[in-house]
């Protein structure tokens, strides 16, 4: 703070003031001093340091650690339309600056860290102004209670609603728990609990409101704070979001490609593999835009180069799918380095590998030094300029991280995983967006973790390992809503279910049905992208005794001809479907780009006057235009859908016209989804 000089007001606030930006820093007698920084429009950074009655805290990595999720080009000189008091010892309260409305009062403690010495943690109170706020937000996950791995019980697989109020989050990320500290309240405020380490959020119910943080291990309160304009109505979401872009950063327009249908599939074990299933959707003339391969693709993970036996030229491989079906190539990485790797020694004497995972070692991508070396050494000559520009980063939420699905998480040069584990994920997403953003080329990642900020990385967040199962589709439409209003815009699911725990025949009558189903869903989502290791092996001619097959055969064919003529008959009515909606996406992209805004929003998002647009969990709009209500039960002919009021809905495909503010059950053959479009 040495280029600030200091201002004291008549209240003793020290105000301090450098190019124009107003920080204060509220000086009080009996606990921690508080500073509050203008950070975008009408919104504040508040960072409270612990009591000196408590040890300073030990940091190893002070100079990374400046902003955590927020970014440095949004700052103004005052915070606009919001203001931030002391309002007691250990008090602060926010409200708008136009109408006086107290937005919530925040009450903090501090205590010496049970969990990692020499830090301290923290509990912070948030008392709303209006107790019946609704909470959005908190990141995707909690939705498969009790289980682990991928042998995910079908009665452990639960349907989070979209409105958390009443609900308890877990901050620290790991397998299936993709939380993000930010939150949006229908009061008129966003919330972002800018600490990156382990603890938990626990939302007050409905007509209560507020929230209860525990923070296991940190230097401080990190918080970040905004409200409305001034004149903007309480109830209006999009200038939160468009304020939280802007103070984390924006996710860059999708490309193109990644706008209509993905194929995936565990796996396809060699290049020829793969070509055959181009020229499978080439001679469909399906709309195809990424052809993605699966993991296992190293003779070792960490080798950071495709096994040359099997992948003898990812180039041409490239190439020819771009020739045969207009595709982008993309190739999988896990985030680990086994001791077998041939990389494994350059790693080790670099300083990069850090912590157990996943039977090696993970990669610790928090300092540039081994961000950059990684890049110029491996992931630049070995793929980028042979053509692989976009990549699958998997098992990036902490599974594996000394044993688990992640209960440890990251030991890094910013410290324990109790501290700063979450920082991770977006480090290393960082490391292959950044480079190929410097080149001119819109970044394109596909990770299963993302913390608060990630989205500036143009990644496309997917919800991991699920079941081939009714239950599973139903739990991952409010999954796909939850990331969204978390400030990560671009989300999908495994079309068809990864077959984790339960998988039926893909020839079956339930499988037909459900992967059917899961295509219409997949249609309307973000991105629209089938994956799965399902029942059977379908291994392309190759023997199991084969060297490609790398100690993990492929699983059952999931391609559009998988399961039968009448069947793909309808799958690909929805791919041809997607390339129609594509001037959509594409518009929905721009939005997303330059406003923040999300892709998939509660019905009360776009009507947050009609009280009865509250509380559907089942039915979600993709963009301003479109409701999607898709059908989840096994055997269900009929949905019953709600219609806002404001305005009158046309099915997409009938054509028949609701009224706003009805409810209706609408017809729901197996061959349609029920979708209406705003008029």
Same mark, same amino acid.
């Given at each position: 703070?040495?280029?600030?000089?200091?201002?004291?007001?008549?209240?003793?606030?020290?105000?301090?003031?450098?190019?124009?930006?107003?920080?204060?820093?509220?000086?009080?007698?009996?606990?921690?001093?508080?500073?509050?920084?203008?950070?975008?429009?009408?919104?504040?950074?508040?960072?409270?340091?612990?009591?000196?009655?408590?040890?300073?805290?030990?940091?190893?990595?002070?100079?990374?650690?400046?902003?955590?999720?927020?970014?440095?080009?949004?700052?103004?000189?005052?915070?606009?339309?919001?203001?931030?008091?002391?309002?007691?010892?250990?008090?602060?309260?926010?409200?708008?600056?136009?109408?006086?409305?107290?937005?919530?009062?925040?009450?903090?403690?501090?205590?010496?860290?049970?969990?990692?010495?020499?830090?301290?943690?923290?509990?912070?109170?948030?008392?709303?102004?209006?107790?019946?706020?609704?909470?959005?937000?908190?990141?995707?996950?909690?939705?498969?209670?009790?289980?682990?791995?991928?042998?995910?019980?079908?009665?452990?697989?639960?349907?989070?609603?979209?409105?958390?109020?009443?609900?308890?989050?877990?901050?620290?990320?790991?397998?299936?728990?993709?939380?993000?500290?930010?939150?949006?309240?229908?009061?008129?405020?966003?919330?972002?609990?800018?600490?990156?380490?382990?603890?938990?959020?626990?939302?007050?119910?409905?007509?209560?409101?507020?929230?209860?943080?525990?923070?296991?291990?940190?230097?401080?309160?990190?918080?970040?704070?905004?409200?409305?304009?001034?004149?903007?109505?309480?109830?209006?979401?999009?200038?939160?979001?468009?304020?939280?872009?802007?103070?984390?950063?924006?996710?860059?327009?999708?490309?193109?490609?990644?706008?209509?249908?993905?194929?995936?599939?565990?796996?396809?074990?060699?290049?020829?593999?793969?070509?055959?299933?181009?020229?499978?959707?080439?001679?469909?003339?399906?709309?195809?835009?990424?052809?993605?391969?699966?993991?296992?693709?190293?003779?070792?993970?960490?080798?950071?180069?495709?096994?040359?036996?099997?992948?003898?030229?990812?180039?041409?491989?490239?190439?020819?799918?771009?020739?045969?079906?207009?595709?982008?190539?993309?190739?999988?990485?896990?985030?680990?380095?086994?001791?077998?790797?041939?990389?494994?020694?350059?790693?080790?004497?670099?300083?990069?590998?850090?912590?157990?995972?996943?039977?090696?070692?993970?990669?610790?991508?928090?300092?540039?030094?081994?961000?950059?070396?990684?890049?110029?050494?491996?992931?630049?000559?070995?793929?980028?300029?042979?053509?692989?520009?976009?990549?699958?980063?998997?098992?990036?939420?902490?599974?594996?991280?000394?044993?688990?699905?992640?209960?440890?998480?990251?030991?890094?040069?910013?410290?324990?995983?109790?501290?700063?584990?979450?920082?991770?994920?977006?480090?290393?997403?960082?490391?292959?967006?950044?480079?190929?953003?410097?080149?001119?080329?819109?970044?394109?990642?596909?990770?299963?973790?993302?913390?608060?900020?990630?989205?500036?990385?143009?990644?496309?967040?997917?919800?991991?390992?699920?079941?081939?199962?009714?239950?599973?589709?139903?739990? !991952?439409?409010?999954?796909?809503?939850?990331?969204?209003?978390?400030?990560?815009?671009?989300?999908?699911?495994?079309?068809?279910?990864?077959?984790?725990?339960?998988?039926?025949?893909?020839?079956?009558?339930?499988?037909?049905?459900?992967?059917?189903?899961?295509? !219409?869903?997949?249609?309307?989502?973000?991105?629209?992208?089938?994956?799965?290791?399902?029942?059977?092996?379908?291994?392309?001619?190759?023997?199991?005794?084969?060297?490609?097959?790398?100690?993990?055969?492929?699983?059952?064919?999931?391609?559009?001809?998988?399961?039968?003529?009448?069947? !793909?008959?309808?799958?690909?009515?929805?791919?041809?479907?997607?390339?129609?909606?594509?001037?959509?996406?594409?518009?929905?992209?721009?939005?997303?780009?330059?406003?923040?805004?999300?892709?998939?929003?509660?019905?009360?998002?776009?009507?947050?006057?009609?009280? !009865?647009?509250?509380?559907?969990?089942?039915?979600?709009?993709?963009?301003?235009?479109?409701?999607?209500?898709?059908?989840?039960?096994?055997?269900?002919?009929?949905?019953?859908?709600?219609?806002?009021?404001?305005?009158?809905?046309?099915?997409?495909?009938?054509?028949?016209?609701?009224?706003?503010?009805?409810?209706?059950?609408?017809?729901?053959?197996?061959?349609?989804?029920?979708?209406?479009?705003?008029?």
């Amino acid at each position: 703070l040495s280029n600030y000089f200091h201002l004291t007001t008549a209240q003793g606030q020290t105000m301090l003031s450098c190019l124009g930006l107003v920080v204060q820093v509220l000086a009080t007698s009996a606990s921690s001093p508080v500073t509050i920084t203008p950070w975008c429009s009408n919104s504040a950074r508040v960072q409270i340091a612990p009591p000196s009655t408590l040890p300073p805290p030990k940091v190893n990595n002070v100079g990374a650690l400046v902003n955590r999720a927020l970014v440095t080009e949004c700052t103004t000189p005052t915070s606009g339309n919001l203001k931030i008091v002391q309002s007691g010892p250990t008090e602060i309260t926010a409200s708008r600056v136009d109408t006086g409305v107290i937005l919530f009062t925040a009450k903090y403690e501090f205590s010496r860290s049970t969990v990692a010495a020499g830090f301290i943690s923290a509990n912070l109170t948030l008392t709303p102004g209006d107790a019946n706020e609704k909470i959005y937000g908190l990141g995707q996950g909690e939705w498969n209670q009790g289980s682990s791995g991928c042998a995910t019980p079908r009665d452990k697989q639960v349907v989070i609603p979209l409105i958390r109020n009443g609900q308890t989050i877990g901050l620290h990320q790991r397998k299936f728990h993709v939380t993000i500290p930010f939150f949006y309240s229908t009061a008129g405020y966003g919330f972002l609990a800018n600490m990156p380490g382990s603890g938990s959020v626990s939302v007050g119910g409905m007509g209560q409101g507020g929230t209860t943080w525990s923070f296991d291990a940190d230097v401080g309160i990190d918080l970040w704070v905004s409200t409305l304009p001034e004149g903007v109505m309480a109830s209006a979401a999009a200038p939160i979001y468009s304020q939280y872009a802007d103070a984390t950063g924006h996710s860059p327009m999708l490309r193109e490609d990644a706008m209509i249908f993905w194929q995936s599939r565990n796996r396809y074990m060699t290049s020829e593999i793969a070509l055959e299933v181009a020229q499978g959707y080439a001679d469909l003339k399906l709309p195809v835009g990424v052809l993605v391969i699966d993991y296992k693709n190293q003779v070792h993970d960490g080798d950071f180069q495709p096994d040359p036996t099997c992948f003898p030229d990812i180039k041409a491989l490239s190439d020819d799918v771009r020739t045969l079906i207009n595709a982008t190539t993309v190739f999988s990485f896990w985030p680990e380095v086994k001791a077998l790797a041939t990389e494994y020694p350059v790693l080790k004497k670099e300083g990069c590998l850090i912590n157990s995972d996943l039977g090696g070692f993970a990669i610790d991508p928090t300092t540039s030094k081994c961000r950059d070396f990684i890049w110029d050494s491996f992931l630049k000559p070995r793929y980028f300029d042979k053509g692989i520009t976009a990549y699958w980063l998997d098992e990036t939420d902490g599974e594996g991280t000394v044993g688990g699905d992640g209960e440890h998480g990251y030991d890094t040069t910013y410290g324990p995983a109790a501290f700063a584990s979450n920082l991770w994920v977006n480090d290393w997403l960082r490391m292959y967006t950044e480079p190929v953003a410097e080149q001119g080329l819109l970044p394109m990642v596909l990770t299963r973790g993302v913390w608060a900020g990630g989205q500036r990385n143009g990644i496309i967040l997917w919800s991991s390992d699920i079941e081939s199962t009714f239950e599973e589709l139903t739990s !991952q439409i409010p999954q796909g809503v939850h990331s969204s209003m978390s400030g990560i815009p671009w989300w999908t699911s495994d079309v068809g279910g990864y077959g984790c725990g339960f998988s039926a025949p893909q020839n079956s009558t339930y499988m037909r049905e459900l992967i059917v189903r899961w295509y !219409q869903f997949g249609v309307f989502c973000p991105v629209f992208r089938t994956h799965g290791c399902r029942y059977g092996h379908d291994g392309g001619g190759l023997a199991p005794t084969d060297p490609c097959v790398h100690d993990t055969y492929s699983c059952g064919a999931n391609e559009v001809w998988s399961y039968g003529p009448e069947t !793909q008959v309808l799958l690909e009515k929805f791919i041809r479907l997607r390339l129609v909606l594509k001037p959509y996406i594409a518009e929905l992209a721009a939005n997303v780009t330059a406003t923040g805004v999300p892709t998939m929003r509660p019905l009360s998002y776009e009507f947050p006057e009609d009280p !009865q647009a509250y509380g559907h969990n089942g039915v979600y709009m993709l963009g301003p235009e479109y409701l999607v209500a898709p059908v989840t039960t096994q055997n269900a002919t009929t949905k019953q859908v709600y219609f806002p009021a404001g305005a009158s809905w046309k099915n997409y495909f009938t054509q028949e016209v609701h009224a706003g503010g009805t409810t209706a059950v609408v017809d729901a053959p197996l061959e349609t989804i029920p979708v209406f479009k705003r008029m």
